[in-house]
């Protein structure tokens, strides 16, 4: 059974930092890797999806690897911004298109 | 407009009651499922369709039940409901027909059992 974990639970940086976030699963066996952001009270918004095939997908400020073979996943988000206060989810996907979420870093950048 | 949207956005309601959540898009996705989301524990999958004929169940669904009405109406049915079914739902679509894969979510459903 495929487990996502996401440490730190909260993460608190100064306006500026670059953000680094960490998702660790432990099956190998994925199709796919997606991070999300949700907002209080919100739905989760797309980020990035990586694809097994891919180690790496860029939006913007945004940057997300993948190594599957040893089970983890990383966001950047380069000079971060107030904007960015939010709680990130990383996702993978096994067989029948079903997701296992982690339990989300909940992050606040401070002016 | 929404591309997924969940009515209610909001319902208190009290044990033993049958409640009801549902969810359109307008994104002509072929798959919906149905999470619940807990403080801490992420999002944990309830029910999933791949077509209107095929329902299939997620890793925590018992007292729950769902409906595909229509490609695109999917519903989530909690039949007596409990408090420990307090929680954030979300319904997600996804489209098999690119090859991301990629799931798409509404905006949620806070639900409160008293």
């Known amino acids: 059974k495929q487990e996502v974990t996401q440490i730190p639970a909260a993460l608190s940086v100064p306006e500026g930092e670059n953000l680094v976030l960490n998702c660790s699963f432990t099956d190998s066996a994925i199709y796919n890797l997606q991070w999300f952001r949700q907002d209080p009270g919100k739905g989760l918004t797309s980020l990035l999806l990586i694809q097994s095939s891919q180690r790496e997908q860029t939006s913007g400020r945004l940057n997300a690897s993948l190594d599957k073979s040893s089970g983890r996943s990383t966001l950047y988000i380069a000079a971060s911004q107030p904007g960015d206060s939010a709680t990130y989810l990383c996702?993978?996907?096994?067989?029948?298109?079903?997701?296992?979420f982690g339990g989300g870093t909940r992050v606040l950048v401070k002016p | 407009d929404a591309d997924v949207t969940q009515t209610p956005r909001n319902r208190i309601t009290k044990t033993g009651k049958r409640i009801m959540l549902e969810c359109s898009q307008t994104k002509g996705h072929d798959r919906m499922y149905w999470y619940r989301q807990d403080p801490g524990l992420g999002l944990r999958l309830i029910y999933y369709?791949?077509?209107?004929?095929?329902?299939n169940k997620g890793e925590i669904s018992d007292g729950y039940s769902v409906s595909r009405q229509a490609q695109a109406k999917f519903s989530l049915s909690l039949e007596s409901a409990i408090p420990n079914q307090t929680a954030l739902y979300f319904c997600a679509t996804s489209d098999t027909t690119g090859a991301r894969d990629e799931q798409f979510f509404g905006p949620g459903t806070r639900l409160t059992v008293l």
């Open positions: 996702a993978g996907e096994a067989a029948g298109n079903k997701l296992t």
């Open positions: 369709s791949f077509d209107v004929k095929d329902i």
